[in-house]
């Protein structure tokens, strides 16, 4: 721009001077002008024909073979960039077909932009009908329109399938950028059908084990012997008793727990006496042997099943009593957010090794075999688990070896 203001510049002194040699300096600036207006008419035109028939660019001195060339450098530039972007496209969408999950592009407004075979053969989608729909006009079941409303799309959605094939479908949605969405969906029937048949058996397993450890138990309760062999042969038979019987309760929990993975109904309830119930039971569980330190607000009130965030907060602060040392500090605090409130044990306990922190909340996993000392039946963590996912929230540990650990969850307060 600024080399045209020079040379229109250049024309007007030009044509003022070669005037003013004449006597008619006004006049030989708008001859100067006229002509290079001219001028200027006809390099458009060229510039108008090259633009529609392409090719190389048109001769020209001055500006306008300066503006020639910059135009023919960037639409090589565009060129090489949209033949690389299209190379790339046809990559991925090469490489989407022979995926066996379901892939689909959306926008922002959640309308379809392209999908792979898979994702066609799993919601029945019509290449020419479909194209550019909301997908909330194919996916209409209540659950989804809910994730879809809520936009946190940090967690993933199982639901039936929409085809109704009876199939059972994960979907997951992710941001690309500001205008774009990929979500992507599997299906899990199998998975589905597999975890169900293992639930049911857990149900049934543990349902016809209770009864005969239930007369076991009795049994053993009403055996008395003056021989201390025998004292000490039923003393070993009834832990061990006790330990079957909390495997199988601990079993059934965790049953109907994974069954039940969403709460439809949560009751509002203040969390600060319950936890101050975990505090006294864990004063006695202690017997003055650590140190503990309870910091609460005076009132917290969330949405949840009370029992089973009893169940959950006090297998964390018993946890950290069994695996303390005799005169280590355990400290549990409530801490009370705007929208939610953090529950956080600390203890300088043995610690846990890098390695097994993933696995923490397997069921029956342990870290070594001096953990099976207290006679737990290994599914405490898992319980917490899958309480805290049913409360949209999950466990965060961190620790150091021989030096204790910290375990916290978030508790959403009305979701």
Known sequence: MIYFFTTVAGVVLAGLLIGYIFGAPILGAFIGLAGYSLYSSQQLAKLHRWLMTGGKPPESIGPWGHTFEQIYRREKHL??????????????????????????????????QWWNPAA???????????IGQNLVNLIRDPSFVSYVGDADFTRSLRLPSPSYTGDTLRISISPIDKRDMVMVLEDITQQTKLDEIRSEFVANISHEMRSPLTVMTGRLDMCDSADQVTDRTLASLKMQTDRLTNIVEDLSLLSKLEANPVITDKPSFDLVPTIKEIFEHALAMSNGQHNLSLEIPDQVIIKGMQQELYSALSNIVFNAIKYSPDGGDISIQLIDDADSCTFTVSDQGIGIPEESLTRLTER??????????????????????????RHESMLNVKSVLGQGSTFSCR???NT
């Open 79 to 112: 060129k090489s960039e949209i033949k690389d972007l299209t190379l790339a496209l046809s990559r991925m969408r090469r490489s989407t077909k022979r995926l066996r999950m379901g892939v689909i592009f959306l926008d922002q407004q959640l309308h379809i």
């Open 411 to 413: 508790l959403p307060k």
């Open 120 to 130: 066609e053969k799993l919601l029945k989608l019509r290449p020419k009908q479909d």
């Open 364 to 389: 029956f996993y342990r870290v070594d075999q001096a953990r099976t000392a207290g006679g737990g039946s290994g599914l405490g963590l898992s319980i917490v688990r899958h309480v805290l996912n």
